[in-house]
């Protein structure tokens, strides 16, 4: 077991000197600070909008509360959450490939290798995303179904409760184990496959995550989802722009399937391997952002297929190229990430030097419908953010359908959307009365699509607001953002 984790332990060590003192990404960022919130006692989805589903939540409160119990760092404590996430389904991994005699140590050890890049480094930028925990919780599922024999009732189910905390992150990753339990299906030619214990202790979870979830929080079915399905669509890009960005990763799916075509053998591991790549490229293409981190379960997995089917072809014809087809691949996908490294936040330390108050005396509110303008700038410089939402992501939806449609009943609709949007944004105005206000005044704003919209203009419709707002002055631009600031450092009471 040493031997073969050795590899794995040496790169984890690496990905922690490239954390070692970073920020995480805008998203994981907001999840801690409304994470705290939550355990605090504020309601989420109710007093929090925030538009995924709640797993998220009770995951990060796991390291939230670590670090409000040890006084650890919230980013540090969050960081070592997930290192341990990893470490657990590697090791998880090792104790089930060790169990296929077919196996040599070299590949088995080479697989675990290339896992734990797939898990640690690669997705380096987007460290913690709920795309990368999703990844290093479904790594041991896939591997539990490329052995040659199967694994112990008792081992399929434990696997399977790991993995289904991944899966319902999001409803899209279901697509992963449904394409591996088609497989079986089809191959078997028969509907037993999926009455195996790993897919019904993956059903009953998900049934009951589904049922809790509308009981402890029904405002998530009521509001936020009729909410999401309205106006979300407005972060959406083109399918061409979402496949141009994930091109690579396709043509690395493309490589897999070229080398289990290219064995004659056959082995029923290749081709479930490769499916599961699929599924995740398909996954990523659905989502129709094409955000770095939802590459990230892509990378892995097709890295993983491109691995396994070429030392798969190497084992039946006795020929290194295809080993060293997968090298290149693993180099290639890794390259890119290592120059880039761990996340950085430009916007956040130029903002900075605009608060006045003391760290941990800072309040502020961002009017953006992107998430990094406010985190991790509320981290970053220990201030409180106003908005309970990661971002002001109501706005660009309704005013980009609002302007195309002349039909008076939607634009009722839309206006509403836009008039309840406002008022959650000036409750939390009113609640923190913020030191700095952060204002996206590009006329061109991200994600609405062309529309124009004016948020003081609009928020000054208000009359309260009107008033409230001549207390505060320019200070100056960053970029786009307009910094307005008022006298004091006093912050909200409760």
């Known amino acids: 077991m040493i031997r073969d984790l050795s590899a794995p332990a040496i790169i984890m060590a690496t990905a922690v000197c490239l954390l070692w ?14 994470t705290g919130w939550w355990l605090d006692g504020v309601e989420i989805y109710a007093d929090i909008l925030e538009l995924n589903p709640p797993l998220a939540f009770y995951l990060t409160a796991i390291p939230v509360w670590a670090s409000q119990v040890t006084e650890l760092a919230p980013m540090a404590a969050y960081k070592g959450f997930v290192l341990v996430l990893a470490a657990g389904s590697l090791i998880l991994s090792q104790r089930l490939l060790v169990r296929d005699a077919q ?52 081992l399929r189910a434990g696997v399977a409760v790991w993995a289904t905390f991944g899966v319902a992150l999001k409803h899209y990753f279901l697509l992963l184990p449904l394409a591996i339990a088609v497989y079986q299906v089809i191959a078997a030619r028969s509907l037993r496959p999926v009455l195996r214990v790993e897919y019904l202790v993956m059903a009953t979870m998900l049934v009951l995550y589904v049922l809790a979830s509308a009981i402890l929080h029904p405002a998530y079915f009521d509001s936020v989802v009729p909410l999401t399905m309205q106006v979300y669509g407005a972060f959406d890009v083109s399918m061409l722009a979402t496949v141009w960005r994930g091109w690579f990763v396709i043509v690395l799916l493309l490589v897999a399937l070229a080398l289990l075509v290219m064995n004659r053998a056959r082995p029923a591991s290749n081709a479930v391997v490769v499916l599961t790549a699929a599924a995740a490229v398909a996954a990523y293409l659905i989502q129709s952002k094409g955000w770095t981190y939802h590459l990230i379960p892509a990378k892995l997995f097709v890295m993983v297929a491109v691995t396994w089917t070429a030392m798969t072809l190497s084992q039946t014809r006795k020929h290194w190229w295809p080993t060293g087809v ?33 760290p941990g005396e800072r309040s502020f509110q961002i009017f953006s419908s992107t998430v990094s303008s406010g985190f991790p700038l509320a981290n970053h410089a220990k201030a409180i953010p106003a908005n309970r939402a990661p971002t002001l992501w109501l706005f660009p939806g309704a005013s980009y359908r609002l302007s195309l449609t002349e039909d008076p009943a939607e634009q009722a609709i839309y206006r509403a959307t836009l008039e309840d949007a406002r008022a959650r ?16 005044e590009s006329p061109k704003k991200k994600y609405f699509n062309g529309a124009p919209f004016d948020y003081l203009a609009y928020f000054s419709e208000d009359e309260s607001f009107a008033r409230a707002w001549r207390s505060y002055t320019l200070q100056g631009h960053v970029g786009p953002f307009a910094i307005y600031a008022r006298p004091g450092c006093d912050l909200p009471s409760g």
């Open 326 to 358: 997968a090298a290149v691949a693993v180099i290639l996908l890794l390259v890119p990430e290592m120059r880039y490294g761990s996340y950085k936040s430009p916007f956040a330390k130029a903002v900075e030097p605009y608060f006045t108050c003391a």
């Open 21 to 34: 003192g970073t920020l995480l990404s805008h998203d994981i960022s907001w999840y801690l600070i409304s």
């Open 103 to 154: 196996l040599l140590p070299a590949q088995r050890r080479l697989v675990l290798a290339v896992a734990a890049v797939g898990l640690l480094l690669l997705p380096i930028r987007d460290f913690g995303q709920r795309d990368h925990l999703f990844a290093i919780l479904f790594l041991p599922f896939l591997v539990m179904n490329l052995l040659s024999r199967s694994a112990p009732g008792p």
């Open 425 to 440: 944004v000036l409750k939390d105005f009113f609640r923190v009365a913020p030191q700095l206000v952060i204002v996206d």
